[in-house]
């Protein structure tokens, strides 16, 4: 049903390294987020964006970055990974009423 | 500050059994409320949508239902089955159409054959 991508499904990265994790989607849709979960706990937001160079922090304070340059494109950025980043990250787009998910990025940092 | 909660926390169940997910808010401010289904490490799949006017909605063997003034939806899956087995998360999205949305931690759900 959802035409929304998340690249890589999985990654295990060095402390310190720069990454970048990809999300996409062809609905045409506005307004996309990035939430992060850890296991067992709720999703929370971490960046969200209303449309093209538009992005805005969300309720959970990250040391990541986004950027909006095209509809279709919301890339979330670790300039340099923690062991604390170690996470689900999950990027969502939305039309006015529905939220569609990706599969996620699992991060794991050594 | 809007917060969800899900009861119950864990639920195990026999295949064939109806059962009842639980999700409350505490701001009845809401624009609309949706129940996904998260797999073992897996992204989320919508499985129902219900707006702030509607009361319920209805996919197949689900049924969610929602008391806006009370702060309340249930989740009812009828005679359920082992493929049933995951988590299943309530979010609402506050009362502005595309604000994000606001998830409880889930209900894990297996169901034994």
């Known amino acids: 049903e959802a035409d929304i991508y998340q690249t890589p499904r999985y990654l295990v990265i060095g402390t310190g390294k720069k990454i970048t994790l990809e999300c996409s989607q062809t609905?045409?849709?506005?307004?996309m987020y990035w939430y992060q979960q850890d296991p067992g706990m709720e999703l929370h937001l971490i960046h969200y964006?209303?449309?093209?160079?538009?992005?805005e922090k969300g309720d959970l304070s990250s040391e990541s970055t986004v950027s909006r340059i095209r509809t279709e494109h919301f890339p979330l950025t670790l300039e340099s990974a923690r062991p604390s980043h170690t996470s689900q990250y999950l990027c969502a787009s939305s039309e006015s009423s529905k939220a569609f998910f990706g599969q996620g990025t699992r991060l794991t940092v050594v | 500050k809007q917060e969800v909660t899900q009861i119950p926390a864990a639920l195990s169940v026999p295949e064939g059994e109806n059962l009842v997910l639980n999700c409350s808010f505490t701001?009845?401010?809401?624009?609309?409320l949706q129940w996904f289904r998260q797999d073992p490490g897996k992204g989320l799949t919508s499985l129902l949508l219900i707006q702030s006017s509607q009361r319920e909605q209805t996919s197949g063997r689900l049924n969610a239902s929602l008391d806006k003034s009370s702060g309340r939806s249930t989740l009812y899956i009828a005679a359920s089955q082992p493929g049933d087995s995951a988590t299943y998360l309530c979010a609402v999205r506050p009362n502005q159409a595309g604000t994000a949305l606001i998830f409880g931690k889930g209900t894990t759900l297996s169901v034994s054959s």
């Open positions: 964006s209303y449309g093209v160079n538009s992005t």
């Open positions: 609905m045409g849709h506005d307004k």
């Open positions: 701001d009845s401010a809401i624009y609309n």
